[in-house]
């Protein structure tokens, strides 16, 4: 019998496992250098001007909400096909999630959706907008921008998937996903399964000067050092009245932050991960390549949009007939394909609120068929010949 394959996995090499063994014997467990070296390596990978390293993706995304001062009463759309932490960050802060339905060729959050919701309302009634590059299609963020200053909103991009993906603007200029050039803020996570494994993990990049410094002191429970954020009096904080700078061991602690700090031995394993980031993502391309090509015109196969430009490839998503069946079928074999994602909005959570099946028919009609087979750069050109084989096989017998 074969051995397991799965859907993602981790790859460590002998030189991630020496830099995570140097930190741990270096003076730093956690807020030492290599938090900056981390956030500077990814800030130039990704093209953007700031990088906010953070404990996981979802704190990312939760951070992100409570900079742009997400609160009661206010509406935030976002896509239902994608992990439920791109919906609930916008309830943590108390805002309200209304989802819009996603484009059924590209499966990304349908720009026409969002515009028709935008309309049906006045002005002032969204405050932001969440698209997510889902399976690591680069959402065309440009488009995104111009609809959001029209209505006057800011976005969160959830780039999880889509660490090196991108998209071509009308310059036909590369945009890197979580470059910044559109988005006020983007996100990506470390955890095992994504491109880049720290463990746990999570990473925000913007171009905002104002924003990044927000993020810095609401990652570590709302507090400050620095002599011109301050708020308290020299004579205060010295406790003498001679005092004329502040001392040395005064912070303040400003506004209710929290701890999502990332720790150095899992932002040096980040900086080592990363450096093999880009021939991970040609090695995801191949792959993706080669299922596309076993895949076309096949009979069984449902809205299969082909090889995409600047996609990262997270996910190798197929829509198919019977997929319960195929589905039961690879698992027999070892192979554990994964279903990206139950619609957030049919979620119990979500069906409190009132969302209900019908609501999202895009959303609905792709999670009846989707189904995303082995993708990880350690998947074997064996395995992936039986990955293929294997699905072929329940099909024609
Ligand atoms: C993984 C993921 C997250 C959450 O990241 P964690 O690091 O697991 O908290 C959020 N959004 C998307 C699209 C993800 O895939």
């Not at 006045?122 to 590059?133: A, F, L």
């Not at 993906?165 to 009308?170: A, E, L, R, V, Y």
């Not at 150095?264 to 991970?280: N, T, V």
């Not at 391309?285 to 299969?304: D, H, L, S």
Request: hydrophobic share 40%.
């Amino acid at each position: 019998m074969n051995k397991v394959i799965p859907y993602g996995r981790q790859n460590i090499s002998a030189a991630d496992i020496q830099a995570v063994t140097e930190t741990l014997q270096s003076d730093f467990l956690t807020q030492g250098p290599k938090i900056a070296e981390f956030e500077n390596n990814f800030s130039n990978y990704i093209g953007s001007k700031y990088a906010v390293a953070v404990s996981n993706g979802t704190a990312a995304l939760h951070l992100c909400a409570l900079a742009l001062g997400v609160k009661q009463g206010q509406k935030v759309i976002t896509t239902p096909i994608t992990f439920a932490a791109s919906a609930n960050c916008v309830r943590y802060c108390d805002g309200e999630v209304v989802f819009a339905d996603i484009d059924p060729d590209t499966y990304l959050l349908d720009l026409v959706s969002v515009r028709k919701l935008l309309e049906a309302s006045p002005k002032g009634t969204y405050s932001g907008i969440i698209p997510v590059d889902f399976a690591g299609r680069a959402v065309d963020m440009e488009a995104f921008r111009l609809l959001a200053t029209e209505y006057g909103l800011w976005i969160i991009e959830d780039s999880c998937h889509a660490p090196g993906g991108f998209f071509k603007d009308t310059n036909n200029v590369i945009q890197n996903c979580g470059n910044g050039q559109f988005a006020d803020l983007a996100i990506f996570s470390f955890h095992p399964v994504k491109h880049i494994a720290c463990g746990e993990g999570g990473m925000i990049t913007t171009n905002d000067e104002e924003l990044y410094k927000k993020l810095l002191v609401l990652r570590t429970h709302g507090i400050t050092r620095e002599a011109e954020m301050l708020e308290n009096s020299i004579s205060f904080a010295a406790a003498d009245e001679s005092a004329t700078k502040y001392p040395n061991w005064y912070m303040e602690m400003q506004e209710l932050g929290f701890n999502y700090r990332l720790t150095d031995f899992q932002a040096a394993l980040g900086i080592s991960q990363l450096k093999r980031a880009d021939d991970g993502l040609v090695r995801r391309r191949i792959i993706a390549e080669k299922y596309a090509a076993e895949f076309k015109g096949k009979a069984f196969v449902k809205g299969q949009s082909g090889l995409v430009e600047g996609h990262a490839y997270h996910l190798y998503v197929l829509e198919v007939e019977d997929r319960l069946g195929l589905y039961n079928y690879l698992r027999e074999n070892k192979i554990f394909a994964q279903i990206h994602y139950i619609p957030c909005h049919l979620m119990p959570y979500y069906k409190k609120f009132g969302w209900k099946e019908g609501d999202m028919p895009n959303a609905e009609t792709y999670y009846k068929r989707c189904i995303s087979l082995p993708m990880f750069p350690t998947l074997t050109d064996a395995d992936h010949e039986f990955v293929m084989a294997k699905i072929n096989a329940y099909y024609h017998g």
